[in-house]
């Protein structure tokens, strides 16, 4: 199998980040050669759709077909915006793209830019990428220097101005709306859609956002085909993806693999599950995502399909592995208290939801649950699912869901015998 | 009429930095970098006072509310004095199955304080942080809304403690940018 | 058109529509769909999630005040999937929300309330702790119950949106997220109240009626807002007569008028009804004998004022006699006073009380304003605004003038004063009183300066005036862009109205509209001025529309004249003239001043004979004629006003009566409005009207220093003044100092806080001392110091003064 061949291609380089070892792997040379040989950018665009690249933000949207929406025949100004506000629990991947390999970040940004014809592009950091944000900042100077960025790119003519810009503390400002407010250096509220982005986005210009890892993959792509890249996953889940694995495996980390390879084997390569302990549950694309007992994830390959016939989804690529020790409901409460501490206050079902929620699991685990507390639980989530704004709705509602549909022998013994199951078997 | 009060004024070491954020954004949209405004008087001063805040708002020439929101928006906005040293600990699931809680417990025993106090020689400051993206290399703690220090153990955080304590008798904060 | 289903009726809407709009304007008995955070004045928030509805086809419910409707669509706002999500959401809202409605005062008009009756289902699954929010103190007109706010943001959206203050914000995330002002402080905005009607739950309620009464304790009436020219429409609440208390107004709220005040209504209007009951105000009518008041029955005040009245016209003809009515009083009020003293032989009638230029008044228009433009302040793209604190005076024109800005309308202001509108304004001429005027002459001369023949038929002064000015970069652009634009309209305000030099400033404005096809329109600081000429409550016009050849003497000259006898109705002249010196020392030489007066003073109690206690407008009956020349009429709230008071018209009859004039009598308002109709209606033709002379130019000194001297917005009229709250408000030690800019403090050689005495430009002036403080909104050369205010008596609210250090 082969690892780290897109966004992490410098890794195995002492100071991957270098720009000097960002050329020696091939780097800004599909800039240059879209630019010297005046590649039409539908043709690049092509390219994108062929290559099946889905956004590796959460929701998995068709690169190439988001690139479409903006129209690039109207004078007005566009943009262009890169999201590295990265928050989702159990996601790490962008930072260390941004750590390990800030150029070519940078040159997909340009070959994005270029295809879609916006000049000026944000590139937007969660606030507590301070070191992450420095080395960008780094890599840009250097661009600039270079003559990748600014007016009249290597002489094409084409311009592109690139900043780096940072939040404060907001999961929401993830959210492509939230992070355009943020931007404006507003509340990270999001936006009623429609309109979408594409039509009213940054200071209500057309705008596309893409997350990192998916900006990042584009000059790959170029190098080495679409059908290459399309090759490496399985249908219409194009290419390689980063895996943050974490919880209980014996080597967390993040691993490039391609699309649809089998959980199992990705859990080898993360050393297996820690203390020899069995695996109980895996929660595979970030917090939000419905969780999925061990034994099912075992069966099921890492891909946007796959992962979707099992029931959850692909989202981000973390994957949270719990062992058998794991208290269900303990693990839910600390997932529905992340979810009430970020909602961003503007809808009554999150708003109020998220709050109750938290406090149903919390009293569950505290053994002060009742009977009918778990069909006020299902009720609840389903009150919120669907009925937001944002998909923070659902965020909060899947894992609730999902815990209950997979555990919920372990949520009634709480509220039974006023303790954990988990527990007192290990005792 | 009113409008007598005395305007606190931004210090032009403090407005040269904004400046420079300003000019990543078109001119008509200054508002765009309240919340660098923000973060950089943060580091400056350890938090934002109201007057500040409303100095930053004269500045980017904003309604107060405008500033306000946004600071009281962002988690990582002190509105208050806290400590020289910000310590936060992610509490979320990754960080929460690999004993995070242990290293609540064992910093605010070590500290003498709970879960979002200053100690009271001023020094350090605990703090729930959401998750802070470092989750395979989990728990996480962040110091100052910059530095992780990644698996920390109770061994690790009474070394950071120790060389902190070291540090924080300088005095001083570093660069306002 | 687009043509679409809500369930199951086939309607049409405007294309653009959202379905919350279509269904709301098919009617309620097509579908009413629930919601908080949607207003048909704000802004689309589409958070409170109340309003989801089903779409066919639709993957999940949506929100219909967000969803534009298309053609062919089929909404269901009952089916189950609507029913199940408006229950959910009703259920979220109700968690943290208390239910103690009973004990609340919103309990019984609050639309949380009245929804959560129609879904049954209450949330008695939900028992972890409620949440609960510090209350914030914004100020002495509304009262915050924080916790039991559902985060609408109807209010922080109208703060902004129409009130142009970001007062309120939410704070906070989540649901920590509160709303609140930033640093704990009284709202500044004069229109704060709204967020009181806007606000669906008990949240935001108003302070001076907390507690008073229970809504199903009240009965509205329909009425008109007194104290400005807009008219707004209100309707008042009164609580039954009991046995502990006879009946009482309770409470002001707005009415919609789509034309006028749409669903806002200033807190002027809102809360001037705290003033009702004021000790100052008169219960029974009083007579003062051998220097001693005392309190009588009608019968006997009556006979005393006709005698006393009477005497002085025996012995020192009617030409002895001067009249002075309040331009807030009604139109039947001014037509009577006039009537009444005319059939006296009493030729000094006025109500121009803060006038001060009276040339050319015979010039001036038959009807005060005939510009229908209020409606279309928000589609006109270019305002001149000559003399006026607009949003003191005039806070929801002033909104609507602010809707128009927010969609790009520009705003050049001439004003003494660099005001706070909150509103962005594209030009501004920042210039003392006499300054105004040049700067409007030098957007003339940019206009048409060359053209002679223009200017030749133009009076001598206003030509040369003309003439003299070496227009500025800022006057050009003005007059560059009123000339651009398609329908520019010229506003004069009440310091216009108040300048030494109004009709310089009136033959400018017109001048310059005809010039460039623009509308003028001249704001007044009082609810009836146009009824008042109406009325002809006017020294120099019948009522028939015949000038008078020899004009008796206006309001300024009469008490510069010190008559005899003088008859006041609805003022207190120390406050509310112009000349409140002036005032104070002839009223106090007359021999015999007969009040008619809802409000007594200290000063009153010196100078008058017999007080008639009289209705305010809010108990009153008649109408009045706003700023557009509309014509409203209200009938009495209440059965009767207050204690032993009587609507005035009543008290004017009479009055005539008792003096045995024919013709008086009137059995009901109707009847009087009636007569006055059929006047009115009189085709009132125009006389060709030879010109007259305008004064000459002033001599401008560089040392001549002039003052600006606004009525604050709760100094205006009698009933603001005693309304407790607004008071509160206004902070008069903060409006009692003497503010100047650097360059004249300089001058001056005086600094902040120093102590100086002003007095006006005459040799026996009163001096005032007052504190320096230095402000860089007053103009070059002038002082700002407001009027209205106790113990500060200037003549002239905008004319020369002297400073003294
Ligand atoms: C609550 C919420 C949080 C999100 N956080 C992130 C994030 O941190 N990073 C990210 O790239 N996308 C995030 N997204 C998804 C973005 O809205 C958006 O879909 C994505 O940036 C698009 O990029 P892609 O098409 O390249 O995936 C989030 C979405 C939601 C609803
Ligand atoms: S769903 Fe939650 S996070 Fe999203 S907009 Fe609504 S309140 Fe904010
Ligand atoms: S009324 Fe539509 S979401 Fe609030």
């Given at each position: 199998m082969q690892h780290n061949i897109v966004c992490f291609r410098t890794r195995h380089l002492d100071q991957p980040w270098s720009l000097e070892n960002y050329r020696s792997v091939g780097g800004y040379k599909q800039l240059e050669r879209i630019l010297n040989d005046k590649i039409p950018p539908e043709h690049i665009l092509e390219r994108i759709k062929q290559s099946a690249l889905r956004g590796r933000g959460g929701a998995g949207f068709p690169t190439g077909l988001k690139w479409s929406f903006l129209s690039r025949g109207k004078p007005i100004q566009k943009y262009l915006i890169c999201n590295s506000d990265e928050g989702e629990p159990g996601t790490c991947k962008d930072h260390d793209i941004l750590m390990l390999n800030p150029h070519q970040l940078i040159e997909g940004m340009i070959i994005a830019a270029y295809v879609l014809g916006t000049t000026v592009g944000y590139h937007y950091l969660r606030g507590e990428f301070w070191h992450a944000f420095q080395r960008c900042e780094q890599a840009i100077k250097e661009a600039y220097q270079e003559g990748y960025l600014g007016k009249n790119i290597l002489g094409s003519g084409v311009d592109f101005d690139l900043y780096n810009t940072l939040g404060a503390g907001a999961y929401i400002c993830g959210e492509e709306t939230a992070l355009i407010e943020s931007i404006e250096g507003k509340r990270g509220w999001p936006r009623f859609k429609p309109p979408f982005p594409a039509n009213y986005g940054l200071y209500g210009l057309p705008t596309t956002i893409n997350n990192t890892e998916t900006l990042a993959s584009v000059p790959v792509i170029l190098q080495h085909g679409a059908k290459w890249f399309a090759h490496l996953g399985g249908k219409e889940n194009g290419g390689s993806k980063i895996f943050s694995i974490s919880g209980h495996v014996n080597q967390p980390g993040n691993y490039e693999i391609p699309l649809g390879t089998p959980f199992s084997e990705l859990l080898n390569i993360a050393g297996g599950v820690w203390k020899n302990a069995r695996i109980k549950a895996v929660i595979p694309g970030g917090s939000s995502m419905p969780v999925l007992p061990g034994e099912v994830m075992k069966r099921t390959r890492l891909d946007y399909?796959?992962?979707?016939?099992?029931?959850?989804?692909?989202?981000?690529?973390?994957?949270?592995?719990?062992?058998?020790?794991?208290?269900?409901?303990?693990?839910?409460?600390?997932?529905?208290?992340?979810?009430?501490?970020?909602?961003?206050?503007?809808?009554?079902?999150?708003?109020?939801?998220?709050?109750?929620?938290?406090r149903l699991i919390k009293r569950i685990e505290a053994g002060q649950g009742k009977p009918g507390d778990l069909d006020c639980l299902e009720q609840i989530a389903k009150g919120i699912e669907g009925r937001t704004i944002c998909a923070f709705g659902e965020a909060i509602a899947w894992p609730v869901r999902s815990f209950l549909k997979h555990f919920r022998a372990e949520f009634e013994y709480h509220i039974e015998h006023g303790c954990c199951q988990v527990a007192a078997r290990v005792r | 009429m009113s409008s007598e009060e005395q305007i606190i004024q931004l210090t032009p070491e403090i407005c040269q930095a904004i400046d420079q954020w300003v000019l990543k954004y078109p001119p008509e949209q200054k508002r765009s970098a309240v919340l660098a405004g923000l973060r950089i008087i943060q580091r400056a001063y350890g938090w934002l006072s109201d007057e500040r805040m409303r100095a930053?708002?004269?500045?980017?020439?904003?309604?107060?509310?405008?500033?306000?929101?946004?600071?009281?928006?962002?988690s990582m906005y002190e509105r208050k004095p806290i400590g020289r040293y910000k310590l936060a600990v992610c509490m979320n699931i990754s960080c929460h199955l690999c004993g995070s809680d242990n290293i609540i417990k064992h910093l605010e025993s070590r500290l003498g304080i709970c879960m979002g106090e200053t100690t009271s020689d001023g020094l350090f400051t605990l703090r729930r942080a959401e998750c802070l993206a470092a989750c395979t290399d989990a728990p996480i703690l962040q110091v100052d809304d910059r530095d992780y220090y990644k698996r920390v153990t109770p061994e690790i955080i009474d070394q950071v403690l120790e060389q902190l304590h070291q540090a924080g008798r300088k005095k001083g904060r570093d660069d306002a940018t | 058109m687009i043509k679409f289903e809500i369930d199951g009726k086939k309607i049409q809407a405007k294309s653009g529509s959202t379905i919350i709009e279509a269904a709301d304007a098919a009617g309620v008995d097509v579908s009413h769909i629930p919601r908080f955070c949607y207003h048909s004045k704000l802004s689309i928030a589409a958070s409170c999630r109340m309003c989801l509805v089903e779409v066919e086809n639709g993957r999940k419910p949506l929100p219909a005040c967000a969803t534009t409707v298309t053609a062919g669509m089929k909404i269901y706002t009952k089916s189950h999937q609507a029913m199940q999500a408006q229950k959910e959401v009703m259920s979220f809202l109700l968690i943290n929300h208390p239910l103690d409605c009973p004990i609340c005062d919103q309990g019984g008009e609050c639309e949380l309330q009245d929804l959560s009756m129609g879904y049954g289902r209450t949330s008695t699954s939900f028992i972890e702790g409620k949440r609960s929010i510090k209350d914030k103190d914004i100020g002495p007109l509304i009262a915050t119950e924080m916790t039991r706010c559902i985060h609408c943001t109807r209010c922080v959206r109208f703060c902004s949106e129409i009130a142009g203050l970001r007062e309120l914000g939410i704070l906070g995330r989540g649901e920590h997220s509160e709303i609140s002002t930033y640093v704990e402080h009284s709202m500044q905005s004069e229109l704060a109240g709204n967020i009181i009607d806007l606000c669906p739950v008990g949240a935001l309620t108003s302070k001076p009626f907390r507690f008073k009464a229970r809504a199903w304790e009240l009965r509205a009436r329909a009425g008109i807002a007194g104290h400005d020219c807009l008219g707004s429409n209100i309707n008042i609440h009164i609580k039954r007569e009991s046995d502990s208390q006879p009946e009482r107004i309770m409470r002001v709220v707005s009415r919609t008028n789509e034309k006028l005040n749409e669903t806002w209504l200033s807190d002027r209007d809102r809360?001037?009804?705290t003033g009702l009951y004021h000790a100052d105000r008169l219960a029974r009518p009083m007579i003062k004998q051998i220097g001693k008041w005392q309190e009588t029955d009608w019968e006997t005040a009556l006979t005393v004022a006709t005698q006393k009245l009477q005497n002085v016209i025996a012995q020192n003809g009617a030409q002895a006699v001067g009249g002075l009515i309040s331009p807030n009083s009604t139109v039947e009020e001014c037509y009577l006073f006039q009537?009444?003293?005319?059939?006296?032989?009493?030729?000094?009638?006025?109500?121009r009380i803060r006038q001060s230029d009276f040339d050319h008044q015979i010039q001036s228009p038959l009807v005060w304003s005939t510009c229908k433009c209020v409606q279309s302040l928000e589609e006109t793209t270019s305002f001149l605004l000559i003399g006026s604190f607009i949003r003191e005076e005039q806070p929801l024109i002033t909104s609507r003038i602010r809707k128009a800005t927010q969609g790009g309308a520009r705003v050049h202001v001439i004003n003494p004063v660099d005001f706070d509108f909150h509103l962005t304004l594209t030009n501004r001429c920042i210039v003392s009183p006499w300054g105004m005027v040049c700067s409007l002459a030098a957007i003339a001369q940019v206009l048409f300066g060359n053209d002679k023949k223009k200017l030749n038929i133009m009076p001598k002064p206003i030509a040369e005036l003309i003439r003299q000015q070496k227009p500025n970069t800022v006057e050009h652009d003005i007059a560059r862009d009123l000339q651009q634009d398609k329908a520019p309209l010229i506003l004069l305000g009440a310091l216009a109205q108040a300048h030494p030099y109004f009709s310089y400033l009136r033959v400018l404005s017109e001048t310059i509209a005809i010039e460039i096809g623009a509308k003028t329109l001249h704001l007044t600081d009082s609810a009836n001025e146009a009824g008042a000429w109406l009325a002809t409550a006017l020294p120099h016009r019948r009522i028939d529309g015949v000038s008078i050849k020899e004009p008796g003497y206006n309001a300024k000259a009469m008490l510069a004249k010190t008559l005899k006898s003088y008859c006041l109705f609805g003022l207190e002249p120390t406050y509310d003239s112009a000349y409140p010196e002036l005032a104070r020392t002839a009223l106090q030489q007359a021999e015999c001043v007969i009040v008619c007066s809802a409000f007594k003073n200290k000063a009153m109690l010196e100078y008058a004979d017999v007080l008639l206690p009289i209705a305010t407008h809010l108990e009153n009956e008649g109408s009045f004629v706003n700023i557009e020349g509309t014509r409203q009429s209200f009938q009495r709230s209440v059965n009767k006003p207050f204690a032993e008071a009587r609507c005035g018209w009543k008290v004017l009859r009479v009055l005539a009566n008792f003096m045995g004039r024919p013709g008086f009598d009137y059995q009901t308002v109707l009847e009087l409005s009636s007569e006055l109709s059929r006047n009115l209606e009189n085709d009132l033709q125009s006389e060709h009207i030879p010109p007259v002379d305008f004064k000459p130019l002033p001599t401008v000194s560089d040392n001549t220093v002039w003052r600006c001297g606004y009525w604050p917005i709760y100094r205006n009229d009698s009933l603001v003044r005693r309304a407790e709250p607004l008071q509160v408000l206004t902070v008069e030690q903060d409006l009692a100092k003497l503010r100047l800019g650097a360059a004249l403090a300089t001058h001056l050689k005086v600094n902040n806080g120093d102590r100086v005495s002003v007095s006006s430009d005459h040799p026996d002036a009163k001096p005032v001392t007052l504190q320096v403080l230095i402000d860089q909104r007053i103009a070059d050369a002038t002082v700002c110091l407001p009027s209205g205010l106790p113990d500060i008596a200037i003549n002239g609210p905008l004319s020369v003064v002297r400073i003294t250090t």
């Open positions: 399909d796959s992962l979707s016939k099992a029931g959850s989804m692909l989202g981000t690529g973390a994957i949270i592995v719990m062992d058998e020790h794991t208290c269900m409901v303990n693990a839910l409460a600390c997932i529905t208290e992340f979810y009430y501490e970020e909602s961003c206050g503007q809808c009554t079902p999150c708003r109020e939801g998220s709050g109750w929620v938290t | 930053l708002a004269e500045y980017l020439d904003l309604p107060p509310m405008d500033v306000y929101e946004v600071a009281s928006f962002y | 809360f001037s009804y009537a009444w003293l005319r059939s006296l032989g009493v030729p000094h009638i006025d109500h």
